[in-house]
């Protein structure tokens, strides 16, 4: 015999608070315990509760204290509220309609999970160990200047500083490292926001095409235009579809040795840092957001990858713009002199097959794993 829907949402809700991952519809179907438990109030609804499950899910066990910051966190934003979750014996008739907590859209969950990251990155460590580089070299080091890519270029410069080379506006090897459009967008994209933007995938997309030219830190060749004039600077450009064939190629043009660099973190990490950073600029003001986006950085950077992140892909709008910027940039690499190290060819984007737009599933996949890292880092105990 079933209980009242208030007792059988506080037993789920006690199951799932000791670490339980019972779903909503197996739990309906168990035998109601003996002593049941007292209905909290106000009574959790279907998202706190999915999300505290999923959360015990991605852990492997309970995580104590967690549980208790999701349930008392309101979701940010507009979307669902006081989600009733299904019972058979029908639910109010008005708010938002009953919904099987499995079933609940996972823009819902991603932005509960945002609320519960935004009340824990201030206990998180911010270094991410940047590397300084010296702006006075000696005139015995190799001097180089990269330019790009940035994503990539960040990479690369580590190794380069690594191995004692100094990066410097006075007198170097100017380096400009080109890569796909796609992949040059998706790392200026997540630079931005690392620097506290909330730009959406798709907005960014569309202001370029309705600006008609790529950003200027990654228009190739307005870059090399700039640099070609500059006296006994000779400038390099390197063209790759990957990042360590660009970092083997950098090191040839300055001699330096062969070195690995890291992979990024896709498409995902930046979609969950532009949410977060939304939500920080109106809780804690536009000062801080680029401090809290720096501690939600060095949190991602120890979350594990499941698989390979997913590989950033045009709007199918904005294709056939995208098209167009990679072959006037390939002419332009193979008409003008330059020394230019790899395939032009290889700026053209990647057809992947994909819409366009960000995973959702992976960007909840990693909000999971972020909170469950950032209440680690803090002193929480999963």
């Given at each position: 015999?079933l209980?009242s ?8 809700a006690?199951h799932?608070?000791s ?6 519809s ?28 999923r ?6 066990g ?5 549980a208790?910051r ?15 979750l ?10 938002s309609?009953?919904?099987?907590p ?13 609320g519960?990251l935004?009340h824990?990155?201030p ?6 160990g940047?590397?300084?580089a010296?702006?006075w070299?000696?005139?015995w ?9 940035p994503?990539?270029?960040d990479a690369v ?11 410097t506006?006075w ?9 796909p459009?796609e992949?040059?967008?998706?790392e200026?994209?997540?630079?931005r ?6 730009l959406?995938w ?5 202001r370029?095409v ?5 950003p ?7 870059l090399t ?6 006296r ?7 063209v ?6 660009a ?13 690995a ?6 498409l ?5 840092l532009?949410r977060v ?6 809780t804690?003001g ?8 720096a ?7 120890q ?6 992140p997913?590989?950033?892909s045009?709007?199918r709008?904005?294709l056939?713009?995208?098209r ?11 008409g003008?002199?330059y ?6 060819g290889?700026?053209a984007?990647s057809?992947?097959?994909q ?5 959702r ?7 999971l ?9 803090q002193?929480?105990t999963?």
């Amino acid at each position: 015999m079933l209980t009242s829907y208030d007792e059988a949402v506080a037993g789920w809700a006690a199951h799932l608070r000791s670490g339980g991952t019972t779903t909503w519809s197996a739990w309906l179907g168990r035998d109601p315990a003996p002593d049941t438990v007292a209905p909290p109030r106000p009574l959790p609804d279907a998202v706190h509760l999915e999300l505290v499950r999923r959360l015990n899910e991605a852990a492997g066990g309970p995580v104590e204290g967690l549980a208790d910051r999701v349930l008392a966190t309101a979701s940010p934003g507009r979307g669902l509220v006081d989600v009733p979750l299904t019972w058979p014996e029908g639910n109010r008739g008005y708010g938002s309609p009953a919904t099987d907590p499995e079933l609940l859209p996972e823009e819902e969950l991603i932005r509960l999970a945002v609320g519960v990251l935004a009340h824990l990155l201030p206990g998180v460590p911010t270094s991410r160990g940047e590397e300084a580089a010296s702006r006075w070299p000696a005139p015995w080091r190799r001097r180089f200047l990269l330019h790009g890519a940035p994503g990539t270029a960040d990479a690369v410069r580590h190794g380069l500083l690594r191995q004692g080379l100094v990066e410097t506006d006075w007198r170097p090897t100017h380096v400009v490292l080109a890569r796909p459009v796609e992949v040059m967008m998706a790392e200026l994209w997540a630079a931005r926001t690392l620097a506290g933007g909330s730009l959406k995938w798709t907005t960014m997309w569309r202001r370029r095409v309705a600006a008609g030219r790529l950003p200027p830190s990654i228009d190739i060749p307005a870059l090399t235009r700039q640099l070609t004039g500059r006296r006994r600077e000779p400038v390099h450009v390197v063209v790759s579809r990957d990042a360590q064939e660009a970092a083997e190629a950098t090191a040839r043009v300055l001699r330096a040795r062969p070195f690995a660099v890291a992979g990024t973190g896709g498409l995902a990490h930046t979609d969950l840092l532009r949410r977060v950073n939304r939500l920080t600029a109106l809780t804690t003001g536009p000062d801080r957001v680029r401090e809290l986006a720096a501690r939600l950085a060095a949190a991602l950077d120890q979350v594990p990858l499941a698989d390979r992140p997913q590989p950033p892909s045009v709007p199918r709008a904005a294709l056939g713009w995208a098209r167009e910027q990679a072959d006037s940039t390939a002419r332009h690499l193979e008409g003008d002199g330059y020394a230019v190290h790899g395939n032009p060819g290889d700026l053209a984007p990647s057809d992947h097959g994909q819409p366009g737009t960000v995973d959702r599933t992976r960007t909840l996949e990693l909000a999971l794993a972020a909170c469950l890292q950032t209440w680690r880092l803090q002193g929480g105990t999963p």
